[in-house]
């Protein structure tokens, strides 16, 4: 597609249970981003993919969230054991080449998850 | 560690106005600086990316300055409209990590 595409839109889940957030990144970027943004607070740093790089994994905020990339393309977050405060949008972005390379970063719309 | 603060957090004008954001930043080591639009519910819209060694960039009403010395950027739009209407956020790139570091943003509400 022409974007970042990300899904689901929306979603609901039951605290304890295990959610997968998909980000399929605008093809041919190769640095692609994880975000969070709870309600009314900026925008957290996740996670960073670069190519073939190990991804900087200095911003995921408990051994319940991982992350993958597979084929360099599209990525997948996984949150275990959903606690209530992960409630959030999560934010997938990506780039050509790494945001110090002076590539604009394009965000997708968004994950909204809420735990209940 | 990057600190980025925008100001004000939030600011209501008239249609037309001409009007300035503020984005200040702590570690003057960066890379590059963007400035992006959030609508209600949507992701964040890039707008302009400054490079470290340029001063400003300019697109359509809006206008971009960086003074890396002094930690500090603006976001210029002129003739302000309802359709700007949105949470402006800008972001630094820079320093030992890979993080995009954003600022808290600015609740813009053109009124008509």
């Known amino acids: 597609g022409a974007g970042v595409s990300q899904s689901p839109s929306n979603k609901v889940t039951e605290k304890g249970k295990d959610v997968e957030l998909r980000c399929d990144p605008i093809?041919?970027?190769?640095?692609l981003y994880w975000y969070r943004q709870s309600l009314g607070q900026g925008l957290e740093f996740l996670i960073y993919?670069?190519?073939?790089?190990?991804?900087?994994k200095s911003g995921l905020p408990s051994d319940r969230f991982s992350a993958e990339r597979t084929g360099g393309s599209v990525s997948t977050l996984t949150i275990q054991r959903t606690q209530q405060e992960d409630s959030a949008v999560y934010l997938c972005?990506?780039?050509?080449?790494?945001?110090?390379?002076?590539?604009?970063?394009?965000f997708g719309e968004g994950s909204w998850l809420t735990v209940v | 560690k990057q600190e980025v603060t925008q100001i004000p957090a939030a600011l209501s004008v008239p249609e037309g106005e001409n009007l300035v954001l503020n984005c200040s930043f702590t570690?003057?080591?960066?890379?590059?600086l963007q400035w992006f639009r959030q609508d209600p519910g949507k992701g964040l819209t890039s707008l302009l990316l400054?490079?470290?060694?340029?001063r400003e960039q300019t697109s359509g009403r809006l206008n971009a300055s960086l003074d890396k010395s002094s930690g500090r950027s603006t976001l210029y739009i002129a003739a302000s409209q309802p359709g700007d209407s949105a949470t402006y956020l800008c972001?630094?790139?820079?320093?030992?990590?890979?993080?995009?570091?954003f600022g808290t943003g600015t609740l813009l509400a053109v009124q008509p």
């Open positions: 972005a990506s780039s050509f080449k790494g945001a110090n390379s002076g590539n604009t970063i394009y």
């Open positions: 093809s041919g970027h190769t640095a």
């Open positions: 993919f670069q190519g073939n790089s190990a991804p900087d």
């Open positions: 570690d003057s080591a960066i890379y590059n």
């Open positions: 400054i490079q470290s060694s340029q």
């Open positions: 972001a630094v790139y820079g320093g030992a990590t890979n993080k995009l570091i």
